[in-house]
């Protein structure tokens, strides 16, 4: 399956399952897969095809165009890591908005950088390889920053803390890896 035919998929079946981090208009609504909180981090878990994830809303989301604050409408701000059998953490986020055309969303954890890929409202690590480095510095660090640029204009920053992240990893890689 296309990676990012995965993330629309991760999307529909978190639905707004991870609403006690926040999420817009999450209320009530509970996804009935999630296996695990690891305090800012939900696991969820999938059976037919096999497949786990580790989600987290963000704790911080700026909005800016040409400097200033704007409010802005955006759908589920996510950031994701799955795991299948064979396949040990992708990384992917969903800013709530399609990204412009041919940009890239910044991704700083604790002074790192690594750039993403977009493809509509989703983006990743462009290898295996980036997505295990980022993977190994998201259990280091404590704060991952997304900044990315929509269709629009619209600059957007947002901070994920990564509380919690280590143990949910380690849960979804053993129920999925």
Do not use: H
Not at 95 to 120: C, E, K, M, N, R
């Amino acid at each position: 399956m296309a990676r990012w035919m995965t993330r629309a998929l991760l999307v529909a079946t978190v639905g707004f399952g991870i609403g006690t981090f926040g999420v817009q208009d999450a209320a009530a609504q509970e996804s009935t897969n999630r296996v695990a909180t690891m305090t800012d981090w939900s696991v969820f878990a999938e059976e037919n095809p096999k497949e786990c994830w580790g989600v987290s809303s963000p704790k911080e989301t700026v909005n800016s165009r040409d400097g200033q604050p704007v409010q802005v409408r955006r759908g589920d701000i996510l950031l994701f890591v799955t795991f299948r059998p064979g396949v040990a953490g992708e990384i992917s986020f969903t800013g709530g908005y399609p990204f412009a055309g041919g940009s890239t969303v910044d991704l700083d954890v604790d002074g790192t950088a690594y750039q993403l890929i977009t493809d509509g409202e989703w983006a990743w690590p462009g290898t295996r390889e980036d997505d295990a480095a980022i993977l190994a510095a998201m259990k280091k660090g404590t704060t991952a920053v997304l900044t990315a640029r929509s269709g629009k204009g619209t600059q957007t920053k947002d901070t994920f803390s990564l509380r919690g992240f280590t143990a949910a990893m380690e849960e979804a890689g053993k129920r999925c890896g």
